[in-house]
């Protein structure tokens, strides 16, 4: 089983920052893939970015591209999405995923191990 443990979220201005951590747990050796979904109200949940461990490849989102970056500490097992340049349409529950694929992007059929999600609330 793998364990993941988000934390970061909170309220922020239009504009504004916010750094998202996940913390891995558990048997994650034979995950490949970290990626960090987003769900809003009434709306399915979405991609938003992908490192996979051993190179530090990347993929984003269009919709976050120029503003995100996603990174990762291999011995603290832990990946982290520093959001910038915030926007009302970024507000969501943000979740951490771990999957064995290597392909980018994940879809959420793909992602077998979820975090419980961190709320993000842009202001306007």
């Known amino acids: 089983q793998v364990q993941l443990v988000e934390s970061g979220g909170g309220l922020v201005q239009v504009g504004g920052s916010l750094r998202l951590s996940c913390a891995a747990s558990?048997?994650?050796?034979?995950?490949?893939?970290m990626s960090w979904f987003r769900q809003a109200p009434g709306k399915e949940r979405a991609f938003v970015a992908s490192?996979?461990?051993?190179?530090?490849?990347?993929y984003y989102a269009d919709s976050v591209k120029g503003r995100f970056t996603i990174s990762r500490d291999n011995a603290k097992n832990t990946v982290y999405l520093q959001m910038s340049s915030l926007k009302p349409g970024d507000t969501a529950v943000y979740y951490c995923?771990?999957?064995?694929?290597?392909?980018?992007?994940?879809?959420?059929?793909?992602?077998?191990?979820w975090g419980k999600g961190t709320q993000v609330t842009v202001s306007s």
């Open positions: 995923g771990a999957n064995p694929a290597r392909h980018l992007p994940p879809t959420e059929s793909d992602v077998p191990y």
């Open positions: 558990g048997r994650t050796d034979s995950m490949n893939v």
């Open positions: 490192i996979t461990w051993r190179g530090g490849n990347k």
